[in-house]
């Protein structure tokens, strides 16, 4: 099993530019996420989807949208790229959104708005 | 004032030593995770706590829940220890995780 795998690893990207971010798992979770890491900040949740269906805003929605393609897959679209969203993505899906339920992790996208 | 607060922001440590970092947080929670984040930028779940303790391998985690704290205990640390361990905790009226900044640490060899 691959666990959670996002493409692409890198961007780089100019304002206004827009992209998607791609996020797969094919552990059969029912639930998945979109977080944002910033230096000297925690993770903070952008969007999520607790199945398949459905998606709501998490901490941070500005500037984003997402797409629940199917179970397996959830992406994050950037419309008009701004500096301020140059940081590092994450994926993660976990089986429910029940804090008893671990959360598995992509291994990021390195994404630099110049 | 975030409701996560790690301490320390940064730990040095020599090989064999045992090391404690602690996370307070400032709301009601029904669960409190320790996770993982490598150097090359991989997060792991290590461990989901509501009460008491927890152990596996050479890592101990431990919450008090009137306190509203917890600690993560490495003991024998060793340098493949070096990463960034981070607290996170769901409160009891949300369901989405709410993570503190992290805590650097580095092992000597």
């Known amino acids: 099993n691959a666990g959670v795998t996002q493409t692409p690893k890198f961007q780089v990207l100019k304002t206004g530019q827009s992209m998607t971010l791609q996020c797969a798992q094919d552990?059969?979770?029912?639930?998945m996420y979109w977080y944002r890491q910033d230096p000297g900040m925690g993770l903070r949740l952008i969007y999520y989807s607790a199945s398949e269906g459905t998606t709501d805003k998490g901490e941070v929605p500005n500037g984003y949208n997402v797409s629940r393609l199917n179970k397996r897959e959830f992406s994050l679209r950037l419309e008009s790229a701004a500096p301020s969203q140059t940081s590092v993505y994450f994926c993660a899906s976990s089986v429910g959104t029940n804090s008893y339920n671990e959360q598995f992790f992509g291994p990021g996208t390195r994404l630099t708005v110049l | 004032k975030n409701e996560v607060e790690q301490s320390p922001q940064n730990l040095t440590a020599q090989e064999g030593e045992f090391i404690t970092i602690n996370c307070s947080y400032s709301v009601g929670i029904s669960a409190l995770h320790w996770l993982q984040q490598h150097p090359g930028g991989g997060i792991v779940s290590l461990f989901m706590l509501s009460s008491g303790k927890k152990k596996h391998g050479r890592l101990i985690a431990t919450i008090n829940i009137q306190e509203k704290h917890s600690s993560l205990h490495i003991t024998a640390s060793h340098p493949r220890d070096s990463a960034v361990y981070i607290c996170?905790?769901?409160?009891?009226?949300?369901?989405?995780?709410?993570f503190g900044e992290g805590t650097q640490l580095t092992v000597n060899p």
């Open positions: 552990m059969n979770h029912n639930s």
């Open positions: 996170a905790v769901l409160e009891t009226s949300g369901s989405r995780l709410t």
